[in-house]
């Protein structure tokens, strides 16, 4: 007996309340460097067994970076991404 879950289809999608368009499971289930968009399961439940799919799909290392980890406020993002570009161009100097 297979017991594995079958994601929807990837003509099926549903709007993405980050991006602001729709889009197929596939890209949930990888945008995040390979791993699924923090916001996966919030947005999928309705459509298909999801949590029980990563659960299935993903080491324990994997959900907890996916789905555990803190998130940064976009702010702090946005000044780490200013400071790194800073020590770049200065090492560049």
């Given amino acids: 007996m297979n017991n594995s879950i079958t994601p ?3 003509d099926f999608q549903i709007r993405c309340p980050r991006l602001g368009h729709k889009i197929s499971f596939s890209y949930c289930s990888k945008e995040n460097n390979g791993l699924p968009c923090r916001m ?3 947005c ?3 459509y298909f067994p999801v949590y029980e799919y990563f659960r299935q799909k993903l ?3 994997e959900w907890k970076k996916a789905f555990e980890s803190e998130v940064k406020p976009k702010v702090a ?3 780490e991404l200013i400071e790194k570009a800073k020590k770049v161009k200065a090492e560049k100097s």
Avoid: G
């Fill in 77 to 79: 993002s946005i000044v």
């Fill in 40 to 42: 996966a399961l919030d």
């Fill in 59 to 61: 080491t324990e290392e």
């Fill in 8 to 10: 929807p289809e990837e």
């Fill in 44 to 46: 999928w439940y309705l």
